[in-house]
Protein backbone atom coordinates (compact mmCIF):
# COMPACT_ATOMS: atom_id res chain seq x y z
CA UNK A 1 0.00 0.00 0.00
CA UNK A 2 2.34 2.45 -1.45
CA UNK A 3 1.17 6.69 -1.36
CA UNK A 4 -0.10 7.53 -4.50
CA UNK A 5 2.67 10.21 -6.15
CA UNK A 6 1.48 13.54 -5.99
CA UNK A 7 3.53 17.06 -6.67
CA UNK A 8 4.73 18.80 -3.32
CA UNK A 9 3.75 22.08 -4.37
CA UNK A 10 1.23 23.87 -7.65
CA UNK A 11 0.88 27.24 -7.72
CA UNK A 12 -1.02 29.95 -9.65
CA UNK A 13 -2.42 33.11 -9.62
CA UNK A 14 -5.95 34.14 -9.26
CA UNK A 15 -8.09 32.86 -12.59
CA UNK A 16 -5.63 30.80 -14.01
CA UNK A 17 -6.09 27.15 -14.06
CA UNK A 18 -4.01 24.68 -12.46
CA UNK A 19 -3.96 20.54 -12.78
CA UNK A 20 -2.44 18.27 -9.95
CA UNK A 21 -1.46 14.89 -10.30
CA UNK A 22 -2.06 11.73 -9.23
CA UNK A 23 0.10 8.71 -10.11
CA UNK A 24 -1.04 5.05 -8.88
CA UNK A 25 -0.37 1.56 -10.45
CA UNK A 26 -2.55 -1.23 -12.12
CA UNK A 27 -3.91 -2.38 -8.89
CA UNK A 28 -5.37 0.72 -7.33
CA UNK A 29 -5.50 4.11 -10.00
CA UNK A 30 -5.36 2.04 -12.89
CA UNK A 31 -7.40 -0.59 -11.79
CA UNK A 32 -10.59 1.03 -10.88
CA UNK A 33 -13.08 4.16 -11.10
CA UNK A 34 -12.98 4.79 -7.89
CA UNK A 35 -10.36 7.85 -7.30
CA UNK A 36 -11.34 11.08 -4.98
CA UNK A 37 -10.08 14.01 -3.99
CA UNK A 38 -10.09 16.06 -1.09
CA UNK A 39 -9.19 19.87 -0.23
CA UNK A 40 -7.92 20.56 3.32
CA UNK A 41 -7.28 23.96 4.88
CA UNK A 42 -4.87 24.06 7.87
CA UNK A 43 -6.15 22.73 11.13
CA UNK A 44 -9.74 21.56 9.49
CA UNK A 45 -11.01 18.37 8.53
CA UNK A 46 -10.58 17.06 5.00
CA UNK A 47 -13.35 17.75 2.59
CA UNK A 48 -14.64 15.29 -0.04
CA UNK A 49 -14.24 17.25 -3.78
CA UNK A 50 -14.54 14.75 -6.33
CA UNK A 51 -15.38 11.00 -6.43
CA UNK A 52 -15.67 8.30 -8.96
CA UNK A 53 -12.93 10.24 -11.06
CA UNK A 54 -15.06 13.07 -11.82
CA UNK A 55 -18.34 13.05 -9.59
CA UNK A 56 -18.86 16.38 -7.75
CA UNK A 57 -20.76 16.07 -5.11
CA UNK A 58 -23.74 18.31 -3.83
CA UNK A 59 -21.99 22.05 -3.46
CA UNK A 60 -18.45 21.36 -4.40
CA UNK A 61 -18.01 24.12 -7.16
CA UNK A 62 -17.87 23.41 -10.42
CA UNK A 63 -14.39 25.29 -11.08
CA UNK A 64 -13.44 21.55 -9.81
CA UNK A 65 -12.89 18.96 -12.18
CA UNK A 66 -11.22 15.62 -12.13
CA UNK A 67 -10.21 13.14 -14.93
CA UNK A 68 -8.41 9.67 -15.45
CA UNK A 69 -6.20 7.81 -18.05
CA UNK A 70 -4.32 5.22 -17.19
CA UNK A 71 -2.56 5.04 -14.14
CA UNK A 72 -2.55 8.81 -13.68
CA UNK A 73 -5.81 11.05 -11.85
CA UNK A 74 -5.59 14.39 -12.34
CA UNK A 75 -7.89 17.24 -10.04
CA UNK A 76 -7.76 20.58 -12.14
CA UNK A 77 -9.38 23.89 -10.58
CA UNK A 78 -10.34 26.44 -12.93
CA UNK A 79 -10.42 29.70 -12.14
CA UNK A 80 -8.07 29.90 -9.16
CA UNK A 81 -9.46 31.69 -6.14
CA UNK A 82 -7.50 32.54 -2.86
CA UNK A 83 -9.75 30.85 -1.19
CA UNK A 84 -8.56 27.35 -3.11
CA UNK A 85 -4.97 27.93 -1.34
CA UNK A 86 -4.73 24.38 0.58
CA UNK A 87 -3.64 21.16 0.67
CA UNK A 88 -4.81 18.70 -1.76
CA UNK A 89 -5.21 14.54 -1.49
CA UNK A 90 -5.67 12.29 -4.10
CA UNK A 91 -7.07 8.78 -2.69
CA UNK A 92 -8.25 5.09 -4.54
CA UNK A 93 -10.11 2.10 -3.93
CA UNK A 94 -7.52 -0.81 -4.25
CA UNK A 95 -8.00 -4.26 -5.74
CA UNK A 96 -7.00 -5.13 -1.93
CA UNK A 97 -9.70 -4.16 -0.61
CA UNK A 98 -8.36 -1.16 0.91
CA UNK A 99 -7.55 2.23 0.12
CA UNK A 100 -4.83 4.65 -0.76
CA UNK A 101 -3.78 8.38 -0.11
CA UNK A 102 -1.62 10.40 -2.07
CA UNK A 103 1.34 12.57 -0.77
CA UNK A 104 -0.59 15.60 -0.63
CA UNK A 105 0.19 18.72 -2.67
CA UNK A 106 0.21 21.94 -1.24
CA UNK A 107 -1.64 24.86 -3.90
CA UNK A 108 -0.31 28.23 -3.36
CA UNK A 109 -2.48 31.53 -5.03
CA UNK A 110 -0.24 33.87 -6.17
CA UNK B 1 -27.55 18.32 9.63
CA UNK B 2 -24.69 15.12 9.70
CA UNK B 3 -22.81 15.02 12.46
CA UNK B 4 -20.00 12.72 13.94
CA UNK B 5 -18.68 13.28 17.10
CA UNK B 6 -15.51 10.91 17.79
CA UNK B 7 -14.23 9.81 21.59
CA UNK B 8 -11.52 8.02 23.07
CA UNK B 9 -8.60 9.70 21.97
CA UNK B 10 -5.69 10.81 24.82
CA UNK B 11 -2.23 9.71 25.84
CA UNK B 12 -0.99 6.00 25.55
CA UNK B 13 2.13 4.19 26.71
CA UNK B 14 3.42 1.83 23.57
CA UNK B 15 1.98 -1.35 24.02
CA UNK B 16 -1.26 -0.44 25.49
CA UNK B 17 -4.99 -0.20 24.15
CA UNK B 18 -7.38 2.55 23.38
CA UNK B 19 -10.92 2.65 22.24
CA UNK B 20 -12.22 5.04 19.99
CA UNK B 21 -15.69 5.68 19.19
CA UNK B 22 -17.90 8.15 16.91
CA UNK B 23 -21.56 9.08 17.37
CA UNK B 24 -23.44 9.63 14.38
CA UNK B 25 -26.32 11.66 13.74
CA UNK B 26 -28.25 13.52 11.29
CA UNK B 27 -28.63 10.55 8.02
CA UNK B 28 -29.45 6.74 8.75
CA UNK B 29 -26.59 5.55 9.75
CA UNK B 30 -26.91 1.68 8.83
CA UNK B 31 -27.48 3.20 5.23
CA UNK B 32 -23.71 3.54 4.95
CA UNK B 33 -20.35 2.33 5.15
CA UNK B 34 -18.11 4.30 7.48
CA UNK B 35 -14.03 4.63 7.64
CA UNK B 36 -11.11 5.20 9.97
CA UNK B 37 -8.60 8.10 8.77
CA UNK B 38 -5.81 9.08 10.62
CA UNK B 39 -3.44 11.92 10.18
CA UNK B 40 0.20 12.39 12.13
CA UNK B 41 0.83 15.48 13.28
CA UNK B 42 2.31 17.71 10.08
CA UNK B 43 1.98 14.72 7.72
CA UNK B 44 -0.72 13.68 5.00
CA UNK B 45 -3.55 11.37 5.48
CA UNK B 46 -3.88 7.66 5.99
CA UNK B 47 -6.87 5.31 5.64
CA UNK B 48 -6.93 3.28 8.33
CA UNK B 49 -10.00 0.88 8.11
CA UNK B 50 -13.75 0.75 6.89
CA UNK B 51 -16.54 -1.51 7.67
CA UNK B 52 -20.00 -1.56 5.31
CA UNK B 53 -23.45 -1.41 6.81
CA UNK B 54 -23.84 -4.80 8.27
CA UNK B 55 -20.35 -5.37 9.30
CA UNK B 56 -20.30 -8.17 6.48
CA UNK B 57 -16.93 -6.46 4.98
CA UNK B 58 -14.18 -4.80 6.42
CA UNK B 59 -11.18 -3.93 5.53
CA UNK B 60 -7.77 -2.82 7.11
CA UNK B 61 -4.39 -0.86 6.16
CA UNK B 62 -1.33 -3.39 6.50
CA UNK B 63 0.23 -1.22 9.19
CA UNK B 64 -2.70 -1.71 11.60
CA UNK B 65 -3.81 -4.84 10.45
CA UNK B 66 -3.73 -7.43 13.39
CA UNK B 67 -3.93 -4.75 16.15
CA UNK B 68 -6.62 -3.01 15.32
CA UNK B 69 -10.44 -4.05 14.92
CA UNK B 70 -13.10 -1.92 13.38
CA UNK B 71 -16.89 -2.52 14.57
CA UNK B 72 -20.06 -0.50 14.69
CA UNK B 73 -23.90 -0.76 16.54
CA UNK B 74 -26.53 0.26 14.23
CA UNK B 75 -29.02 0.69 17.15
CA UNK B 76 -26.32 3.16 19.11
CA UNK B 77 -25.44 5.10 15.76
CA UNK B 78 -21.89 4.59 16.81
CA UNK B 79 -18.89 3.26 15.05
CA UNK B 80 -15.73 2.11 17.12
CA UNK B 81 -12.00 1.35 16.52
CA UNK B 82 -10.29 -0.98 19.27
CA UNK B 83 -6.59 -0.17 18.92
CA UNK B 84 -4.69 -2.86 20.41
CA UNK B 85 -0.35 -2.93 21.06
CA UNK B 86 -0.44 0.88 20.30
CA UNK B 87 3.22 2.29 18.83
CA UNK B 88 4.38 5.81 18.45
CA UNK B 89 3.81 5.89 14.57
CA UNK B 90 -0.04 5.45 15.22
CA UNK B 91 0.26 8.70 16.91
CA UNK B 92 -2.08 11.07 14.53
CA UNK B 93 -5.68 12.91 15.04
CA UNK B 94 -8.03 9.94 13.84
CA UNK B 95 -11.19 10.77 12.07
CA UNK B 96 -14.34 9.17 11.66
CA UNK B 97 -15.70 9.17 8.20
CA UNK B 98 -19.41 8.81 6.22
CA UNK B 99 -18.94 7.50 2.57
CA UNK B 100 -21.14 9.73 -0.19
CA UNK B 101 -23.16 6.56 -1.84
CA UNK B 102 -25.24 5.16 1.05
CA UNK B 103 -27.66 1.20 0.57
CA UNK B 104 -24.27 0.35 -1.82
CA UNK B 105 -20.76 -1.62 -0.03
CA UNK B 106 -19.08 -0.11 -3.47
CA UNK B 107 -16.03 1.95 -3.08
CA UNK B 108 -16.78 5.03 -2.13
CA UNK B 109 -15.91 8.92 -1.83
CA UNK B 110 -15.23 9.93 2.16
CA UNK B 111 -17.39 12.45 2.15
CA UNK B 112 -18.09 13.67 5.94
CA UNK B 113 -15.38 14.01 8.23
CA UNK B 114 -15.80 14.50 12.30
CA UNK B 115 -13.33 16.56 13.85
CA UNK B 116 -11.18 13.90 15.16
CA UNK B 117 -10.20 12.33 18.25
CA UNK B 118 -5.67 13.08 19.14
CA UNK B 119 -3.98 9.75 20.24
CA UNK B 120 -0.66 10.42 21.31
CA UNK B 121 1.42 7.08 22.10
CA UNK B 122 4.14 7.96 23.99
CA UNK B 123 6.21 6.88 27.06
Known amino acids: QSALTQPASVSGSPGQSITISCTGTYSDVGAHNYVSWYQQHPGKAPKLMICDVSYRPSGVSSRFSGSKAGNTASLTISGLQAEDEADYYCSSYTSTNSYVFGSGTKVTVL | EVQLVESGGGWVQPGRSLRLSCVASGFTFDDYAMHWVRQAPGKGLEWVSS????????GYADSVEGRFTISRDNAKNSLYLQMNSLRAEDTAMYYCVKVHWGSTSRPNGLHMWGQGTMVTVSS
Open chain 2, 51 to 58: INWNSGSI
